[in-house]
């Protein structure tokens, strides 16, 4: 498809287990955001991807929150020993590069037990 | 800390009637976004504004930038229902590439 592709659409785990989420972003898209939104909240800013550059890892919450890209191909979010806090749709975004207008997949929607 | 702030949070209006949405930030940009959200859905891109004094209009929606006030408004002319929805505008700062996003306006219209 044309757009940003989120998997899994839902996802629900024990409390303790680890999670990854998987957006692949739109084909030729430098850019790629990760967000978490808490139900009734805004967004809250995670991670940063920008080419081959360094990310900007500035949001993530804690050490249990991690985030790899390769390239400017698929990018995946790893959630270790996953809290109930942590409970939120996770959204990622992409654009042709930074400070373009962001194009938003349809997020992950994360319940832990 | 940068901080994006919108004003009403909430928003209840009639079809047919006119409102006005607020959003300011607390850094120097010359660059913001408004987005729409459905609920249970992902982001929408509505508009770009890219200098000062920016006006971009897409059917009844209306947004507009100031950034020597670090103002940006979103305007509702004669609401419809289908407008129902909440609405996000982000900044990115001059320096960076990271958008902040504002809390969001819930607005509800009612037939």
């Known amino acids: 498809g044309a757009g940003v592709s989120q998997s899994p659409s839902n996802k629900v785990t024990e409390k303790g287990k680890d999670v990854e989420l998987r957006c692949d972003p739109i084909?030729?898209?430098?850019?790629l955001y990760w967000y978490r939104q808490r139900l009734g909240q805004g967004l809250e800013f995670l991670i940063y991807?920008?080419?081959?550059?360094?990310?900007?890892k500035s949001g993530l919450p804690s050490d249990r929150f991690s985030a790899e890209r390769t390239g400017e191909s698929v990018s995946t979010l790893t959630i270790q020993r996953t809290q109930q806090e942590d409970s939120a749709v996770y959204l990622c975004a992409s654009s042709f590069r930074g400070s373009q207008p962001q194009h938003f997949g349809d997020g992950t929607r994360l319940s832990i037990l | 800390e940068l901080k994006v702030e919108q004003n009403p949070l909430f928003l209840s209006m009639q079809e047919g009637k006119n409102y006005t949405i607020y959003c300011n930030y607390s850094?120097?940009?010359?660059?913001l976004y408004w987005y729409r959200q459905d609920p249970g859905k992902s982001l929408e891109s509505l508009f770009v504004?890219?200098?000062?004094?920016a006006v971009k209009q897409e059917g009844r929606l209306m947004a507009s930038l100031d950034t020597k006030a670090r103002l940006s408004t979103l305007h509702i002319t004669a609401a419809v229902h289908d407008l129902s929805a909440t609405y996000f505008c982000?900044?990115?700062?001059?320096?960076?590439?990271?958008?902040?996003f504002g809390t969001g306006t819930s607005l509800t219209v009612i037939p």
């Open positions: 991807f920008q080419g081959n550059s360094a990310p900007d």
């Open positions: 850094t120097t940009s010359d660059r």
């Open positions: 982000a900044v990115v700062p001059l320096t960076g590439n990271q958008f902040y």
């Open positions: 084909s030729g898209h430098t850019a």
């Open positions: 504004l890219l200098s000062n004094g």
